[in-house]
């Protein structure tokens, strides 16, 4: 099986109350496909300048991501975002966004990047999503979006998701476009558009699975230190997708998407503890399966009711 | 084994955008108790005035509650307040508070409400919530506060917490308590000062529990349609204590606790079904035990881990 995935590539300036970096690879499709990558086959699409060297194609490569479809602009610079979180990391600040070669984009799958058999639509401008979806042959295919594109481009974006099968967006997200401020509707709408369901990305408090009959949520992961919660979100989808991808069952059961879930969960938690792609470039197998039991474990509930007092 | 809770009795008027009321039986204490005699007996502690009449004795009788410690002020009237919610229903807007013979209560804990094996102090003046640990044998105290006492009262709130063994609190005020915007340190703050474990209420993100040296963690059950979330705190420590109390065990294993928690969500998810206590009211044992069924079933996650890819 494989898996495409389509979005930036991005170098990140990010300052946090726990330290700074002055220019960090980054980007959506790069925090998806490190995580990704420990499931499954992944090829990346998207832009880069003449200042995306060696050493940040070799980080992809170290993970046996396929590197072929990234399109070097000659002249260009990569996307360059600068951002900065105070204590509450839950809100990223904006002070610099350069586009670059990213503006001009026009993603273009190659044979093998069309075969693959699940699709990741990181969060670019829903036209192109849309566009990207119709060239594709995958059999799954999971879409991400933001605020931006809710306000900007409503009706493409709804398109989009109409032609995914799994939408994966942060629960403030889901309540704006459908302007629901219940969760469960928001996600039972999001699903009468098309999707099969819905993936509720809740920062610390973890994730939540609609599907249209059946529910499932993880917490966030305890941490007491989160450094950088830049690229959570992504690596969430990829330890998601990948796992899905690997996986390679039509059905998906319950209990794979509850393990994808988990997977999800654990690539987020490692993606936060350190700056930008520093902790997932350096975690082990053995790392992510430890922390797979661990969410076994804090969520453990086999127990039984017990019978109640009458007055 | 039983359970005595010191707290307000109060009649609340509530406007949400699914409706009002202009006079409904509430406070901490009361919401606390109907969901707490579900599974033990319970002794109200707490002031009311002349207004507070038969037909609201009757319905904690009902659940058979009692009552005798409640004091009647001759001449005055029962605590009043009156609050509204915009849309997001996370946040309560105070439109009229009237503490009535609430301002002046002293509580004193007759011979029986002493001995009782679990003690609730629900958000009251924390000095008061100390003496009446002072006078308390309980071996089992739980504790709620709120912003105001964080604000005006921080050190004698320190006191009280020192004093029990659990801090049942909303996690916003867990961190302005310890200044800690991370919850995790938040929590290991307040374990430091006394307690032997923190549950942090996170609204409709569920509830987390914090020991020493383990966690635990429920979502919120999917409601697609919130009508008053007033009093859901008091009914989660409610299920919570009720069930610990009913259990007598000292140790308080980690597979109790987790049914303690499980029982707190989902007295918390009918409380909130409808306005004030009306739906805790007329709850039967069987629907909150197919609700603690549905929270097994939404958070099982039986499975192992699988064997990654290696680039």
């Known amino acids: 099986m494989s898996l495409t995935v389509v979005g930036s590539i991005a170098f990140d300036a990010v300052r946090t109350p726990f330290g700074e970096r002055e220019r960090m690879l980054g980007g959506s499709a790069v925090h998806f496909s490190l995580a990704a990558g420990f499931f499954t086959g992944v090829k990346v699409v998207g832009p880069v300048g003449d200042d995306f060297g060696e050493a940040e194609y070799d980080v992809l490569r170290k993970r046996g991501i396929d590197t072929s479809d990234i399109e070097r602009v000659p002249g260009g610079d990569t996307f360059f975002w600068r951002g900065h979180y105070e204590y509450d990391l839950n809100v990223a600040h904006t ?16 044979d093998s990047s069309r075969e693959a058999e ?44 109409a ?29 009468s558009l098309g999707p099969r369901m819905v993936v509720a990305k809740q920062g610390e408090y973890g994730a939540a699975l609609f599907t249209a009959d059946s529910f499932f949520a993880l917490p966030g992961y305890p941490l007491e230190e989160v450094v950088d919660p830049t690229g959570a979100g992504d690596s969430f989808a990829g330890g998601f997708l990948g796992y899905l991808d690997s996986v390679a069952d039509d059905e998906l059961s319950d209990q794979e998407l509850r393990r994808a879930m988990t997977y999800g969960s654990v690539l987020a938690s490692f993606n936060v503890e350190q700056f930008g792609t520093e902790r997932v470039q350096a975690l082990t197998h053995g790392e992510i399966n430890r922390r797979f039991e661990e969410f076994r474990l804090m969520t453990h509930l086999d127990t039984q009711p017990v019978e109640l007092r009458s007055a």
Do not use: C, H, Y
Not at 118 to 126: E, G, R, S, V, W
Not at 134 to 139: D, K, N, V
Not at 163 to 191: C, F, G, K, Y
């Open 163 to 191: 032609s995914v099968d799994i939408v994966l967006m942060n629960d403030a997200e889901l309540r704006m476009l459908t302007e629901q401020p219940n969760l469960v509707r928001a996600a039972r709408e999001v699903i």
């Open 95 to 110: 002070d610099d966004t350069q586009l670059n070669v990213f503006g001009d984009f026009q993603p273009k799958l190659s």
């Open 118 to 161: 699940t699709l990741f639509l990181a969060n670019i401008q829903p036209d192109l999503q849309f566009q990207v979806r119709e060239q594709s042959q995958a059999r799954l295919v999971g879409l991400d979006s933001m605020n931006l594109w809710i306000d900007t481009a409503r009706d493409s974006l709804r398109r989009a998701i």
